[in-house]
């Protein structure tokens, strides 16, 4: 088993750019896929990363991710960061049968 | 467009069973696994169980093994989830999910949610 360690809570202030990290306590990061879902109060979680780096339709490009086996870690990037994008945010990935989330992330914009 | 939308949630004893569903539509559920995460109060997301496509694969996590068990009938287009044994830290909001469509559902990942149903075991 391993764990995906994220920065309890993160924040920016509107335009701005916010990075969050997901480390891997175990295993390589790049051997299996990452993903990132955002969950705002109330709501259920949406997908607006997958595969590592790709997005789905509908969610806008300010939204990025990457993987970086030297810190065996991957990042949501959100560039030109909005209210709207206040939330918390999850990764999540896989070894074996087991599939495995972050603690989470809370996102503040001032 | 996909729609999951969850049922069977309520208030429970612990050691009750319970049975929850996700009817599936907009997309070829007999084609996608499908997977189920619950999220307790003020808490974070937690893997509960997936299920390959034809039903031949299903993998559930240890906190809940032997108590709670997926299913699915690809005929209904409905995802199940048997809860046995309840305990009071099963109470959570329970997810349905849909597989991105990997034929191998160790491989797979949520990909599109449903909105959830609430489960609360007390007694």
């Known amino acids: 088993n391993f764990m995906l360690a994220q920065p309890h809570s993160v924040s920016g202030s509107p335009g701005k750019t916010v990075t969050i990290s997901c480390t891997r306590s175990s295993g390589n990061i790049a051997s299996n896929y990452v993903q990132w879902y955002q969950q705002r109060p109330g709501s259920a979680p949406t997908t607006v990363i997958y595969e590592d780096d790709q997005r789905p339709s509908g969610v806008p490009d300010r939204f990025s991710g990457s993987i970086d086996s030297s810190s065996n870690s991957a990042s949501l990037i959100i560039s030109g960061v909005r209210t709207e994008d206040e939330a918390d945010y999850y990764c999540q990935s896989y070894d074996s049968s087991e599939k495995v989330f972050g603690g989470g992330t809370k996102l503040t914009v001032l | 467009q996909v729609q999951l939308v969850e049922s069977g949630g309520g208030v429970v004893q612990p050691g009750r069973s319970l049975r929850l569903s996700c009817a599936a539509s907009g997309f070829s559920f007999s084609t996608n696994g499908m997977h189920w995460v619950r999220q307790a109060p003020g808490k974070g997301l937690e893997w509960v169980a997936s299920i390959s496509y034809d039903g031949g694969q299903k993998y559930h996590a240890d906190s809940v093994k032997g108590r709670l068990i997926v299913s699915r009938d690809n005929f209904q287009n409905t995802l199940y989830l048997q809860m046995n044994s309840l305990r009071v830290d099963d109470t959570a909001v329970y997810y349905c999910?849909?597989?991105?469509?990997?034929?191998?559902?160790?491989?797979?990942?949520?990909?599109?949610w449903g909105r959830g149903t609430t489960v609360i075991v007390s007694s």
């Open positions: 999910a849909k597989d991105p469509g990997y034929v191998d559902i160790r491989s797979g990942y949520p990909h599109a």
